[in-house]
């Protein structure tokens, strides 16, 4: 089975495809053709030899016709593997001939020895096939709440990527949180407490104790006021969640129902302190 590590940036890929190309321009200067739309693509590389070829993800970049003007194939490559040489080159040519468009190989990278393996060109016979490889730890964590907010799912990769305990960049990375799709935020949620919880542990417990953060324009204060309840309950279970106290299914429903704010702010203020989950209502 997959792990974490691996499916973490593909399904960022998957909900917003065009951080591919952000990632892309990165690592490669290349001036990218005129497009218009970008979509996933099947990650079929297979053509009719009895062998299946499947990429970690497609993107292709289309015009205003809808005709592809680039295919990006992403690779989550967590270690050396020499058999990718051969692999990669099927998936680019395939993939090639398949949309009928020039195709970028992006290899993603935990570290710099592995994107530095990745990067070396693989020599196909008549040509070579240059991947442009990205050490995920080169991705710098945002400090800029509004920038963050600009490119969210960016912001998260970047952090899970370094994690640090830097109020700055933990306090950038909450706005940016917010600005996601309700449905994606909360899985980059998890992932971002399973890649840092000693962070967001101290983040949120002085974020309860100080109470001293507020959005910085309009844009993101006026959602956060008038979800305030909404927001304070998210606290609560995000508190809990980050000590590693479980929280059952009845008392996620009863802390989201409760819609007054001192209540609120008293279980958040519970939340930080209590053995377990039932303690809250006590």
């Known amino acids: 089975m997959p792990s974490q590590a691996h499916e973490f940036p593909l399904d960022l890929i998957r909900h917003r495809p065009d951080i591919v190309v952000e990632l892309l321009s990165i690592v490669d200067a290349s001036e990218f053709p005129e497009f218009t739309r970008i979509r996933c693509e099947s990650g079929d590389a297979t053509t009719t030899a009895p062998a299946e070829l499947r990429c970690d993800s497609v993107v292709v970049c289309e015009d205003d016709g809808g005709t592809p003007v680039l295919a990006i194939i992403t690779e989550n490559q967590l270690g050396k593997d020499n058999d990718k040489h051969f692999s990669w080159p ?18 993603l990278a935990p570290d710099d020895r592995v994107a530095h393996w990745c990067a070396t060109p693989i ?23 509004e920038e963050a907010c600009r490119h969210p799912e960016l912001a998260v990769l970047a952090l899970a990527s370094n994690p640090t305990d830097d109020p700055v960049i933990l306090k950038a990375l909450a706005p940016a949180m917010r600005a996601l799709k309700a449905s994606s935020g909360s899985l980059y949620a998890d992932y971002m407490l399973a890649a840092l919880p000693a962070a967001a542990k101290k983040y949120l417990e002085d974020a309860v104790k100080q109470g001293t953060y507020e959005y910085q324009t309009d844009l993101f204060r006026r959602p956060f006021l008038e979800g305030e309840a909404e927001g304070k309950a998210n606290a609560v ?8 106290i479980d929280v059952t299914d009845s008392i996620r429903e009863r802390v989201n129902a409760c819609t007054d704010i001192p209540t609120l702010d008293t279980w958040i203020g519970r939340a930080a302190t209590v053995d377990n989950a039932e303690e809250l209502f006590a």
């Not at 099927?90 to 290899?107: E, G, K, S």
């Not at 990205?134 to 945002?142: A, I, Q, V, Y």
């Open 90 to 107: 099927q998936y680019v040519t395939n993939v090639r001939a398949r949309l009928r468009c020039p195709v970028a190989l992006l290899i």
């Open 123 to 145: 020599d196909v016979g008549c040509g070579h096939i240059r991947p442009a490889a990205l050490s995920l730890t080169s991705l710098k964590p945002f400090t800029d709440a």
């Open 237 to 244: 279970l995000l508190v809990l969640s980050a000590r590693g």
